[in-house]
T-cell receptor, first 113, second 117 residues
Framework: DAKTTQPNSMESNEEEPVHLPCNHSTISGTDYIHWYRQLPSQGPEYVIHGLTSNVNNRMASLAIAEDRKSSTLILHRATLRDAAVYYCILRDARGGSNYKLTFGKGTLLTVNP | GAVVSQHPSRVICKSGTSVKIECRSLDFQATTMFWYRQFPKQSLMLMATSNEGSKATYEQGVEKDKFLINHASLTLSTLTVTSAHPEDSSFYIC?????????????FGEGSWLTVV
């Protein structure tokens, strides 16, 4: 599986934007970039995913580098409820057993009031 | 959005007994479900992939006779921890693949805390 690299932790202030980076230098042409987050004692929550173009939804934006070797999850206005571990995961679009998600350590986001 | 529900959310069992955890997709059909285990302060570890109507595929190092997985319908997969021991105490999480309009998005359940005493 292609691997991703994320900072162990980041801190943000409430109401400010947060940019969570992810490096995936060995990404293949068929890998989608997925972001999930996990609040304490809960299952992971889907945030966003993309292939080549930047993506926006109600939760966040995903900015993908032109060479696809890195991406950034953008939370436009952090709230205390955004404090969680954020996982950047590559998933092969060809499916089969490749539908499984392999989790790394993720980034622990702390949001200060 | 899509909902995946697990039951029970918390269970305590005695060492040597078996315990079953259910995973249901509530508003979509899931031909593929996944089971994970997560120990405190660690990331999720995939245990097995559950396919409706066929045998589960287990990850390396996961004992298939200890962690029995059944996926008898398109909305239900079960994980049975047999002859549980204290080291099996963990947070068990399932996920399900929505092949509909969501475009193969995978959604996770709330997780089930297992404590073996």
């Amino acid at each position: 599986d292609a691997k991703t690299t994320q900072p162990n932790s980041m801190e943000s202030n409430e109401e400010e934007p947060v940019h969570l980076p992810c490096n995936h230098s060995t990404i293949s042409g068929t890998d989608y970039i997925h972001w999930y987050r996990q609040l304490p004692s809960q299952g992971p929550e889907y945030v966003i995913h993309g292939l080549t173009s930047n993506v926006n939804n109600r939760m966040a934006s995903l900015a993908i580098a032109e060479d696809r070797k890195s991406s950034t999850l953008i939370l436009h206005r952090a709230t205390l409820r955004d404090a969680a571990v954020y996982y950047c995961i590559l998933r092969d679009a060809r499916g089969g057993s490749n539908y499984k998600l392999t989790f790394g350590k993720g980034t622990l986001l702390t949001v200060n009031p | 959005g899509a909902v995946v529900s697990q039951h029970p959310s918390r269970v305590i069992c005695k060492s040597g007994t078996s315990v079953k955890i259910e995973c249901r997709s509530l508003d979509f059909q899931a031909t593929t479900m996944f089971w994970y285990r997560q120990f405190p302060k660690q990331s999720l570890m995939l245990m097995a992939t559950s396919n409706e109507g066929s045998k589960a595929t287990y990850e390396q190092g996961v004992e298939k006779d200890k962690f029995l997985i059944n996926h008898a319908s398109l909305t239900l997969s079960t994980l049975t921890v047999t002859s549980a021991h204290p080291e099996d105490s963990s947070f068990y999480i399932c996920s399900a693949r929505d092949t509909g309009l969501a475009g193969n998005t995978i959604y996770f359940g709330e997780g089930s805390w297992l404590t073996v005493v």
